[in-house]
């Protein structure tokens, strides 16, 4: 059956001694708490991959990476390639996050190569999609996130799918306090599940693990959590305090 999953996005904040002292608060924490059921995901910058994957090797806490190039290797200034990601034992990475979508021009293609980069690396992918306030309003959201996900990752066969964790989150949701309500999530959540069945089937689109994201905190994620296609959260801003992400963590 698919995994419950709670990832925790920190973008671009934190020092190394920040994000240090925060792991260690989420390791105590989660030592007192968890029942290890959920796994567990810290995706920081960069820099901070092989320091923070070192301090939580003697735990089950998986490590992921923000972003990867399109490229394999060669004279991409800047870029970071997959297996530069794979040999500092990356456990996972984030594509297509809406941030990287609006702000650097990652259309759907480059997404799609992204995600065969990964794969190729046996790093598992979290695919994010979510249409705007504008698209909802419009009554467009089933489609474009539909079309986020077939573009994506359609051309995968079903055995490399399942190393793909998809992420709803809606833009006009994320970093605004704005939540979908539970059912609005449920009722995407499903609609992605639905769309992954008829392409890859129903056993396949029952192992993949959906999860929500967009202003979760403690006061609402169990509310969400408890929906049948929401298995699990991609957190952002509440994934900065100890406290609020093992609460998060515990409110399966
Ligand atoms: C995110 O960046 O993936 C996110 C969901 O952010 P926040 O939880 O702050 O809305």
Same mark, same amino acid.
């Given at each position: ?34 029942? *290890?059921?959920?796994? @567990? ?32 290797? *060669?004279?991409? !200034?800047?870029? &970071? ?25 990652? +259309? ?35 489609? &474009?996130?539909? !079309? ?19 992420a709803y989150?809606? &833009? ?11 059912e609005q ?9 639905? @769309?992954?069945?008829?392409?890859? *089937? ?46 998060? +963590?515990?409110?399966?």
């Amino acid at each position: 059956m698919r995994k419950n999953i709670v990832a925790g996005n920190w973008k671009m904040n934190l020092t190394l001694p920040e994000a240090k002292d925060l792991v260690e608060g989420i390791k105590n924490q989660l030592s007192n708490n968890t029942d *290890g059921g959920t796994e @567990v995901i810290l995706i920081p910058p960069f820099p901070f991959l092989t320091e923070i994957k070192n301090q939580v090797v003697d735990s089950a806490i998986s490590v992921g990476a923000q972003n990867c190039s399109m490229y394999k290797s *060669g004279a991409y !200034t800047g870029e &970071v390639a997959a297996n530069m990601l794979a040999s500092v034992n990356t456990d996972y990475a984030l594509v297509g996050h809406s941030e990287r979508r609006e702000y650097f021009n990652e +259309i759907n293609q480059v997404l799609a190569e992204k995600v065969n980069r990964l794969l190729e690396n046996n790093i598992k992918v979290i695919y994010c999609c979510g249409e705007s306030l504008e698209e909802r309003k419009e009554d467009k959201h089933f489609n &474009v996130v539909e !079309t986020q996900v077939e573009l994506g990752l359609f051309h995968l066969s079903a055995d490399e799918v399942k190393n793909v964790v998809v992420a709803y989150e809606p &833009v006009w949701a994320i970093g605004t306090g704005e939540t979908a309500s539970p059912e609005q999530a449920q009722e995407m959540h499903a609609h992605i599940r639905r @769309v992954l069945a008829a392409y890859y *089937g129903d056993d396949v689109a029952e192992e993949i693990s959906i999860l929500y994201g967009g202003s979760v905190k403690p006061a609402n994620a169990q509310e969400l959590f408890q929906q049948t296609d929401i298995d699990g959260g991609l957190i952002g801003g509440a994934s900065l305090k100890a406290e609020d992400f093992v609460s998060i +963590i515990n409110a399966f």
